[in-house]
């Protein structure tokens, strides 16, 4: 028994973000939010936007964090990297 698909006609879009940081010269970071629009029918990139927030992260060890990245090490450990968000006093050092 088969079964038929109907597919619509025209593009079918969707849009895909990834998050990445970048170290900076102050030795702190940022995160970069990159925008991807695909069409999945023909697997052509249609647009892509990348923004830097304006916001600076460190990294922390404590369980306070605003995010987290893991990924997998050479040895095939789980690990992580996690990124706090500088205070305003913080900030202050970074802008003089």
Request: net charge negative; no cysteine; hydrophobic share 25%.
């Amino acid at each position: 028994m088969s079964r038929k698909t109907i597919h619509k006609a025209g593009p079918e879009i969707v849009k895909q973000e990834s998050i990445s940081f970048n170290k900076t010269e102050s030795g702190y970071y940022q995160k970069v939010i990159k925008t991807t629009y695909k069409d999945l029918k023909t697997g052509t990139t249609i647009k892509e936007d990348e923004k830097e927030s304006d916001s600076f992260y460190k990294i922390t060890a404590e369980d306070d964090f605003d995010h987290e990245m893991k990924y997998e090490d050479p040895d095939g450990n789980d690990a992580s990297v996690r990124f706090k968000g500088l205070t305003e006093d913080e900030m202050e050092t970074i802008r003089s």
